[in-house]
């Protein structure tokens, strides 16, 4: 089983709709990051959560929510999809002794049309 | 603002080759630079190189960091098909654990 998983994998959705990507981890580790990838511009952070009640913004946190429901469970929410945040989404997790080292889901294809 | 570039963007090599990746950064409060080798979906780690580690490597691929010059090196011998993927530099930002990655170098290794 994989240590962090994504759910769903691919989503298509309408501009306006409100979605929801969540992020599991069987690790253990504490911290948990959300970012977004787009061809040309690398990974950037969108929010990132060292532990249940810890959130933080990233770079790119407009329009964009997230809930840390548990340690091992982080979800990220856009509230109205708009087409230019048609990207691939990942969860990664860390923990405090290799703060450095992060581990990556498999990814979320969401596209807004 | 802290900053990583990669080069080249992309490369296009055949089976045997050896390749030499770049990674160029400015960031304040140096602490460690990371490489990451992501195929076809998530990136997964392979170094960490570090003020007291300026060294790595692993099997056919090696890193080196220059403080000096701000930069590190990824370098692979002998390249295999298997080696094609995005190879991603990323360093934390500033003083915390957030990191900032570079726009990645995409290798292609053609049999």
């Known amino acids: 089983d994989a240590d962090v998983t994504q759910t769903p994998r691919n989503r298509i959705t309408k501009t306006g709709k409100r979605i929801m990507l969540e992020c599991s981890q069987t690790?253990?580790?504490?911290?948990m990051y959300w970012y977004r990838q787009d061809p040309g511009l690398g990974l950037r952070l969108i929010y990132y959560?060292?532990?249940?009640?810890?959130?933080n913004k990233g770079e790119i946190s407009d329009g964009y929510s997230v809930s840390r429901q548990a340690q091992a469970k982080f979800s990220l929410s856009l509230e109205s999809a708009i087409p230019n945040q048609t990207a691939l989404y990942f969860c990664?997790?860390?923990?405090?002794?290799?703060?450095?080292?992060?581990?990556f889901g498999p990814g979320t294809r969401l596209t807004v049309l | 603002e802290d900053k990583v570039v990669q080069s080249p963007l992309s490369l296009v090599v055949h089976e045997g080759d050896t390749v030499t990746l770049n990674c160029s950064y400015e960031v304040t409060n140096f602490r460690s630079l990371l490489w990451y080798k992501q195929e076809k979906k998530a990136p997964t780690f392979l170094f960490m190189l570090t003020s007291s580690g300026i060294e790595k490597k692993s099997g056919r691929l090696s890193s080196i960091l220059d403080k000096k010059e701000l930069s590190s090196i990824l370098n692979i011998t002998a390249t295999q098909t298997g080696d094609s993927a995005i190879y991603l530099c990323?360093?934390?930002?500033?003083?915390?654990?957030?990191?900032?990655f570079g726009k990645g170098t995409k290798l292609t290794v053609n049999p």
């Open positions: 990323a360093l934390p930002q500033g003083g915390s654990e957030k990191l900032v």
């Open positions: 690790k253990g580790h504490d911290r």
């Open positions: 959560s060292f532990d249940v009640k810890d959130i």
């Open positions: 990664a997790t860390g923990t405090s002794g290799s703060v450095y080292e992060q581990f």
